[in-house]
C-alpha cells in the first residue's frame, strides 16, 4: 500500500510541472482533431464506395 501512496505522490508532483493549454487552446485542437477526423472518415467512406462499386462490376 506504501507504494501506490507514493507512486500517488509522485504523480501529484510531476502533474505540477505540466503545462496545461488554455481553454482557447484546447477547443482550438479538439475542433482541428474531430475535423480532421470527420475528413478521413469521408475519405475512407469514398474510397471504400468505388472500390466495392469497382468490384461489383468486375465480378458481374
Not at 11 to 19: A, D, F, I, Q, R
Not at 26 to 50: E, K, N, Q
Request: net charge positive; glycine share 4%.
Amino acid at each position: 500500500m506504501a507504494k501506490f501512496i507514493n507512486y500517488l505522490k509522485d504523480t501529484k508532483t510531476e502533474l505540477k510541472h505540466v503545462s496545461w493549454p488554455s481553454y482557447k487552446q484546447a477547443a482550438t485542437y479538439t475542433a482541428l482533431v474531430i475535423g480532421i477526423s470527420i475528413l478521413v472518415a469521408l475519405f475512407t467512406g469514398a474510397f471504400d464506395y468505388l472500390f466495392s462499386q469497382g468490384l461489383d462490376w468486375f465480378i458481374q
